[in-house]
């Protein structure tokens, strides 16, 4: 084996693995020159694209926070934006009390990971210390948003503040309300006098969210293919069985659906960061249908996948909104065709397809030859 | 208000709960028991059902009438279905589900933008009666009689018919009854078809109460989950009548004394509470329970 393989085969050590498509060299080499493009992009967009760009990415989290607990742990939860709503909320209602006093909203970062967090870990410990049917735990989910849809909705009346918050009903938070106190974007102060504002608009919001994402999709595939990630699937397969292994499953699934919701509330705070404004209506059935539609079409088995499905699929969903009410009826279909046609997804079936022409003309047989060799 | 008055309205209000969650569950957990698949469309089953109703009622046909043919409209549609995807995903649980939920989206929607966001309503029949300065209306009243015969009727198939035997041979041990000579797809389809007719003739029966819009169905969603979650899919019948009691009796003390948002929640913290001392329902605690009870 050429040493420039096997030095980049050791480097990417942790990240690849069996457990995720697209660990060949000519995929790392993809992977660089889309990570090169994205740092560039600011130069070639136009303002109103790279705004717009930046909110497609924002749902990044969310749907690797899905296809981790669904693709890799066998749990579906189908209220996963509960996590992205209450993370937003938390955010913006802490962000809208203490930016003026504090002039960052570190504090409002911190309450929007961690409500969501603490949300899931009491949800999970009832779910899957009970050792709940999956069927049950993803329509509870289903039900838990929902509630928290109506409740918020009339939320309109005066008394419904938190402090200088006002939850606004089925306006949200945000200048709609038609009150002068709107989020604030993630404002970070590193330094007495090294302040950075993250607004929509600005490149640096841009660049924290390619940031956040690689580094996010990187250290999720470590996880999968380290040995916990290899727990993860054996439960999947079989809970039993793995129990019987040793392992404390339930204990394994409550950590994993709670940084599935960390990873949820992160697109939260990135979406009221980039808007200043959030709605009930990410808690309701079309935001919380959409990441599974994006994770069951993409390919639920491949973090890869469900992001190129999820950026693939928001693009998508916004082309078709213009043309009208049109877009959750084509959406629905993709759905059912994408689960009857091609059930392990669409983007993983094309991968395998360009994995199977790389092992035949040799390329791809470097790495692979390095891991079995040792 | 005096005491009678009170409870007879207390009694009222969760007579009309318990209606409402036994005709939104019904045809779930008539589906979930059998097959173990939860049918994401039952909404919009309920929604079709209501759209019949309405569409045959102001067609000259007696109300009903209209609502049996929502029923059996729904029931039909129950069987393409199962026969062109539920079918496909025999064994996955979570892929039907999925499945199911893109085709609630794809029936809502799709009503949405072939017949707008409301069609005509259909008038409340019966008139209504009062007792102190309350009012109260009879077609509540009917509709909770309606409910309890809908469950009378799926417990008497399933107990006399040959249908019914066939089927709980083939929810007990599918490959034993295949062997038996039971032709477990059929089943299978109509079982479906039956839980989408009951979700219709519900959806047609609770039209009359309510406008009917595209989204209808949805509306009665959380509280049907909540009523499949706590009863358990192992005896449907029971099941449900235990489940619905217990979560009426809590909605409906919640919603007099507070409002009926907190009503949902109180459901919702009981249903939690109840699945983590009895994981797969009330249903199937009892059987073990029992069949403990038989061993000893």
């Not at chain 1, 995929?27 to 136009?46: C, D, E, H, K």
């Not at chain 1, 890799?72 to 938390?90: R, V």
């Not at chain 1, 490149?203 to 595939?221: K, N």
């Not at chain 2, 005491?3 to 569950?25: G, K, N, P, R």
Request: glycine share 14%; with cysteine; hydrophobic share 55%.
């Amino acid at each position: 084996m050429l040493p420039l393989a096997r030095l980049i085969d050791r480097a990417l050590g942790p990240v690849n693995g069996p457990l995720e498509t697209g660990r060949s060299p000519p995929f790392w080499l993809i992977f660089l020159g889309v990570v090169a493009v994205l740092v560039i992009a600011p130069s070639f967009l136009s303002r109103y694209e790279l705004l717009n760009f930046s909110n497609f990415l924002t749902n990044i989290f969310l749907a690797l926070g899905l296809c981790l607990i669904w693709g890799y742990a066998g749990i579906l939860s189908l209220g996963q934006s509960a996590f992205l709503g209450l993370g937003g909320y938390a955010y913006g209602v802490v962000g809208i009390n203490l930016i003026e006093a504090h002039g960052n909203t570190w504090l409002a970062l911190l309450a929007g990971l961690g409500f969501p967090v603490l949300v899931a870990a009491l949800l999970g410990w009832i779910m899957f210390y009970a050792r709940l049917k999956g069927v049950y735990v993803a329509i509870l989910m289903l039900v838990v948003t929902l509630l928290i849809e109506t409740f918020l909705n009339q939320t309109a009346g005066q008394g419904w503040s938190i402090g200088l918050a006002h939850l606004g009903g089925n306006n949200g938070l945000g200048r709609f309300s038609g009150v002068i106190r709107e989020p604030p974007s993630l404002t970070l102060g590193f330094s007495a006098d090294a302040m950075m504002i993250f607004g929509g608009k600005t490149r640096a919001f841009y660049y924290l969210i390619v940031g956040l994402g690689v580094v996010s999709y990187l250290g999720l595939r470590a996880l999968v293919n380290s040995r916990l990630g290899h727990v993860l699937v054996a439960i999947r397969e079989d809970p039993d069985r793995t129990e019987t292994l040793g392992y404390d499953v339930r204990r394994l699934q409550l950590g994993v659906f709670c940084l599935s919701a960390l990873l949820a509330s992160l697109s939260g705070i990135l979406y009221v960061s980039w808007g200043n404004f959030i709605t009930p209506n990410v808690f309701g059935v079309y935001y919380n249908i959409l990441p599974v539609i994006w994770v069951a079409v993409a390919g639920r088995k491949s973090l890869t996948a469900t992001v190129l499905g999820a950026v693939f699929l928001v693009w998508l969903s916004q082309k078709l909104a213009i043309q009208g009410d049109i877009a959750f009826v084509v959406l629905g279909f993709i759905l059912l065709g994408g689960m009857m046609l091609l059930p392990e997804g669409v983007i993983t079936g094309i991968g395998e397809r360009i994995g199977r022409l790389f092992d035949r003309l040799g390329i791809g047989a470097a790495t692979r030859g390095g891991r079995h060799g040792g | 208000m005096d005491t009678l008055t009170f409870i007879v309205s207390l009694l009222y209000q969760y007579a009309d709960t318990l209606a409402l969650l036994l005709l939104a569950a019904i045809g779930l957990i008539v589906i979930f028991g059998m097959m173990g698949v939860i049918n994401m469309a039952n909404g919009e089953m309920m929604m079709i059902g209501a759209y019949i109703t309405s569409f045959s009622y102001y067609a000259g046909i007696p109300t009903p009438l209209a609502v049996i043919f929502g029923g059996l409209g729904a029931g039909l549609v129950g069987i393409v279905i199962e026969l062109l995807i539920i079918r496909r995903f025999y064994g996955q649980l979570l892929a039907s589900l999925v499945a199911t939920w893109g085709l609630s989206l794809i029936m809502s929607q799709g009503a949405y933008l072939l017949l707008g966001p409301l069609i005509k309503s259909v008038p409340t029949p019966f008139g209504s009666f009062g007792v102190g300065d309350l009012s109260f209306s009879y077609y509540r009243i009917f509709i909770f009689a309606m409910g309890l015969a809908l469950v009378a009727a799926v417990w008497a198939l399933f107990a006399f018919s040959r249908f019914g035997l066939h089927a709980r041979a083939t929810m007990e041990d599918p490959s034993m009854a295949r062997a038996l000579g039971v032709d477990v797809k059929r089943i299978y389809s109509l079982t479906f078809g039956l839980g989408t007719g009951l979700a219709g003739v519900a959806g047609g029966l609770l039209a009359l109460t309510s406008t009917i819009g595209p989204f209808y169905g949805q509306t009665y969603t959380p509280q049907a989950f909540i009523t499949v979650v706590v009863g358990g899919g192992a005896e449907i019948v029971s099941g449900l009548l235990a489940s619905a009691l217990s979560l009426g009796l809590v909605k409906t003390v919640v919603m007099n004394q507070v409002n009926i948002l907190l009503g949902h929640v109180a459901m919702l913290v009981f249903a939690l509470v109840v699945i983590r001392m009895m994981p797969s329902g009330i249903s199937d605690w009892v059987e073990r329970r029992r069949s403990q009870g038989r061993r000893a």
